[in-house]
């Protein structure tokens, strides 16, 4: 009984078989007797991978079940859920854009018509940036842009996740409020 697996992708690289059928992933193929090609392309591979053409369905070989393994316990998973809060631009209330949205199950938070006051950027990025520049005079846009990189350089990761965090909680309030202006 002859049977050969090529299982490394090295050698499937280095192999070349002109044409090839696939045996179902049903069990395990056994030849009855020598496949009629010689060389690099006289063996057969299992499970829906290659399998050359002289072992089509004129050969001797049957398929026979795997015999029962046991599996590995799959680590569940933790199930997060992603919430995304766009504004009303056209380009976020597009029917694609929604489509994306719902076939990757992201939940989409109703964002209240002209309330910029949700934007992050807007509530918790701008003001602590305009104080940190304020009085500064910079000579050309480099001298910004490096000043920019700087202060952004040396902001500490919860400065990042207070923003976000605080998002919830004016959103929440934005709601309540039917949309109008939320001050603090």
Request: charged content about 25%; proline content about 7%; overall charge positive.
């Amino acid at each position: 009984m002859i049977s050969s697996v090529y299982e490394s992708l090295e050698m499937t690289q280095l192999l070349k078989v002109e044409r090839v059928t696939t045996v179902p992933q049903q069990g395990d193929l056994r030849l009855s007797g020598p496949p009629s090609g010689q060389g690099a392309g006289s063996g057969a591979r299992t499970r829906d991978r290659r399998v050359p053409a002289d072992l089509r369905a004129d050969s001797q070989a049957t398929v026979l079940p795997t015999p029962p393994y046991k599996r590995r316990k799959k680590k569940k998973k933790k199930n997060y859920k992603c919430f995304q809060m766009y504004d009303n631009a056209t380009p976020h209330s597009a029917n694609l854009t929604q489509q994306w949205l719902q076939r990757y199950g992201w939940e989409i938070l109703p964002h209240p018509a002209h309330s910029p006051d949700l934007a992050p950027s807007d509530f918790h990025l701008f003001g602590p940036l305009k104080r940190h520049l304020g009085g500064m005079a910079f000579e050309t846009e480099d001298d910004l842009i490096s000043e920019l990189r700087n202060w952004f350089d040396n902001l500490d990761v919860d400065f990042f996740r207070v923003g976000i965090n605080s998002l919830l909680s004016r959103w929440q309030k934005c709601i309540d409020l039917h949309g109008d202006y939320v001050e603090k």
